[in-house]
């Protein structure tokens, strides 16, 4: 969990221990650093990420496994869950009110448009874009609204014109 995410909390005047759940895009240092300052929180993850959350998080477990295509509710507003396998094995991405939660699955350029995350910085780099080109196949196939798009650490961009050219994108060089 970010520092970034903390101020969130406080700005949204939550006292930590009121969190109740967290949903893991996946489990690196960065994200998940700051879990033992949500002591009464519920982690929700894909199972396959369990290693990384074992590596990074002090002990802390996945509380509640979600797979993919599952729809959660909490109170009045529901979660879709997109498996997102490239950054780690368990990554995942989620839309809720119309906002498309990538995690680290991918970042926006200085022009708005959407990349994967630096090679490096993923366990399997094809499997990003795979999962990016899945992703976008599946809103439309699915109907589903997307009004923002929100990786972790680039801002986000409006609608979801950004995903739909990235995947048009890699379709045009698979066939070249």
């Known amino acids: ?73 909490f109170g009045e507003h529901e979660v879709r869950v997109f498996s997102m396998p490239g950054h780690t094995p368990g990554s995942a991405a989620f839309l809720v009110g119309g906002a498309l939660v990538l995690g680290d699955n991918a970042l926006l350029t200085g022009d708005g448009t959407l990349a994967p995350v630096p090679e490096r910085n993923s366990e399997d780099p094809a499997g990003v874009v795979t999962s990016l080109v899945r992703l976008e196949d599946r809103l439309v196939s699915d109907d589903l609204e997307v009004r923002w798009i929100v990786p972790a650490h680039s801002g986000g961009v409006e609608g979801r014109k950004a995903l739909t050219d990235y995947a048009e994108h890699q379709r045009a060089a698979r066939l070249r």
Do not use: Y
């Open 1 to 73: 969990m970010t520092k970034r995410s903390l101020l969130l909390i406080a700005w949204l005047c939550l006292a930590c221990a009121d969190v109740t759940h967290v949903l893991l895009t996946h489990a690196h240092r960065d994200h998940v650093g700051g879990l033992g300052f949500l002591p009464n929180a519920k982690v929700l993850g894909l199972a396959e990420e369990q290693p990384n959350l074992d590596e990074h998080a002090n002990g802390r477990r996945i509380d509640q496994a979600i797979v993919d295509g599952e729809v959660l509710t």
